[in-house]
């Protein structure tokens, strides 16, 4: 998915202080991703930039689609980061400027790795399912490895974990000994999470965590968490304990020591990083010499990219 905001204010995430667990509600803002889509946005958020290297939770959905197009976000790039497409229910047709095409389906990893630079597009195929509901979620690549070469991986048989009355199934790290075969590049886990009644979730002291309901009202660490809503839980904790009944996705990782810069679909460690890639992108939508490359297979026009803010793009720290 794109961030496609017309007015994308310059986000910066930065190394989170990490004073043990803790437990703090950040509530979504609506955000409208074209005209008719709209997404509930966790992180970014005022108060809390990153958890572990994920740098961007979008949240959408469930959306009765049977009669409406769907998704339809056009070709546009991206660098620094992986985007981590996970579908509850419905599919997406994923299409990148590397000549992949692969349908992914509810249950399915999409991981495309954008490194020095990648386009993609992504889709609601024709037909498609009548509820699209899911998440999209950006990692950030640590700097010695953020111009890497650009890839992209589907993985249709993700690992599972049963444990008390979860049922995990594993995106991104490891869990109790069940480990994704999506390629990381920094110490991170992601995990969907089906609960019916009582369980305690094997949490690594050293990540922080944030919980994001999906469905239902789950109880997490005693406090329920509705749908929609992110609960921030801190580090240096060796369990998770749950209750109740609901859907979520576990977040988590080694906190992000980097300072970043965030800009529309980019994240670099200097304004001029990001104003490059800006450029690079806008010249080779007139033809200029290929940085990202053509999404083929895609029917109609790539997204432009917005005008930069007026003041310079500048790593900052946590605060806007
Ligand atoms: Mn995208």
């Given at each position: 998915?794109?961030?496609?905001?017309?007015?994308?204010?310059?986000t910066v995430c930065a190394a989170?202080?990490t004073?043990?667990?803790?437990?703090?509600?950040?509530?979504?803002r609506?955000?409208?991703?074209?005209?008719?889509?709209?997404?509930?946005?966790?992180?970014?958020?005022?108060?809390?930039?990153?958890?572990?290297?994920w740098?961007?939770?979008?949240?959408?959905?469930?959306?009765?689609?049977?009669?409406?197009?769907?998704?339809?976000?056009?070709?546009h790039?991206?660098?620094?980061?992986?985007?981590?497409?996970?579908?509850?229910?419905?599919?997406?047709?994923?299409?990148?400027?590397?000549?992949?095409?692969a349908?992914?389906?509810?249950?399915?990893?999409?991981?495309?790795?954008?490194?020095?630079?990648?386009?993609?597009?992504?889709?609601?195929?024709?037909?498609?399912?009548?509820?699209?509901?899911?998440?999209?979620?950006?990692?950030?690549?640590?700097?010695?490895?953020?111009?890497?070469?650009?890839r992209?991986?589907?993985?249709?048989d993700?690992?599972?974990?049963?444990?008390?009355?979860?049922?995990?199934?594993?995106?991104?790290?490891?869990?109790?000994?069940?480990?994704?075969?999506?390629r990381?590049?920094?110490?991170?886990?992601?995990?969907d999470v089906v609960?019916?009644?009582?369980?305690?979730?094997?949490?690594?002291r050293d990540?922080?965590?944030?919980?994001?309901?999906?469905?239902?009202?789950?109880?997490?660490?005693?406090?329920?968490?509705?749908?929609?809503?992110?609960?921030?839980?801190?580090?240096?904790?060796?369990?998770?304990?749950?209750?109740?009944?609901?859907?979520?996705l576990?977040?988590?990782?080694?906190?992000?020591?980097e300072?970043?810069?965030?800009?529309?679909?980019?994240?670099?460690?200097?304004?001029?990083?990001?104003?490059?890639?800006?450029?690079d992108?806008?010249?080779?939508?007139?033809?200029?010499?290929?940085?990202?490359?053509?999404?083929?297979?895609?029917?109609?026009?790539?997204?432009?990219?917005?005008?930069?803010?007026?003041?310079?793009?500048?790593?900052?720290?946590?605060?806007?």
């Amino acid at each position: 998915m794109s961030d496609v905001t017309t007015d994308p204010r310059l986000t910066v995430c930065a190394a989170a202080a990490t004073g043990g667990p803790v437990s703090e509600l950040v509530a979504p803002r609506t955000v409208r991703l074209g005209t008719s889509t709209e997404v509930r946005r966790l992180l970014p958020s005022l108060g809390r930039r990153m958890v572990g290297a994920w740098c961007f939770v979008d949240h959408y959905g469930p959306d009765e689609v049977a009669a409406e197009p769907g998704m339809q976000v056009a070709p546009h790039p991206h660098i620094g980061l992986q985007t981590v497409s996970w579908l509850l229910s419905g599919e997406v047709h994923h299409r990148d400027s590397l000549g992949s095409s692969a349908l992914v389906r509810a249950g399915e990893l999409g991981l495309m790795t954008a490194g020095r630079g990648i386009a993609h597009s992504e889709q609601s195929p024709e037909p498609h399912s009548p509820v699209l509901h899911g998440a999209q979620l950006w990692v950030a690549l640590p700097g010695r490895e953020r111009a890497v070469a650009p890839r992209f991986e589907h993985h249709t048989d993700l690992p599972t974990l049963t444990t008390g009355g979860a049922a995990l199934t594993v995106l991104l790290g490891e869990v109790g000994g069940a480990a994704s075969p999506g390629r990381t590049h920094s110490p991170i886990v992601g995990a969907d999470v089906v609960l019916r009644g009582r369980a305690s979730i094997p949490l690594v002291r050293d990540f922080e965590y944030a919980v994001l309901t999906v469905a239902g009202a789950p109880e997490v660490d005693g406090r329920e968490v509705g749908p929609g809503t992110l609960l921030y839980l801190g580090t240096d904790r060796a369990e998770l304990p749950v209750a109740g009944e609901g859907r979520f996705l576990l977040l988590g990782g080694e906190p992000f020591a980097e300072e970043l810069v965030m800009w529309w679909n980019f994240v670099g460690r200097s304004g001029e990083e990001v104003a490059r890639a800006r450029a690079d992108w806008q010249a080779e939508l007139l033809g200029g010499t290929p940085r990202f490359g053509e999404v083929s297979g895609f029917e109609g026009d790539p997204l432009h990219a917005p005008e930069l803010p007026p003041t310079p793009l500048r790593p900052r720290g946590r605060e806007r």
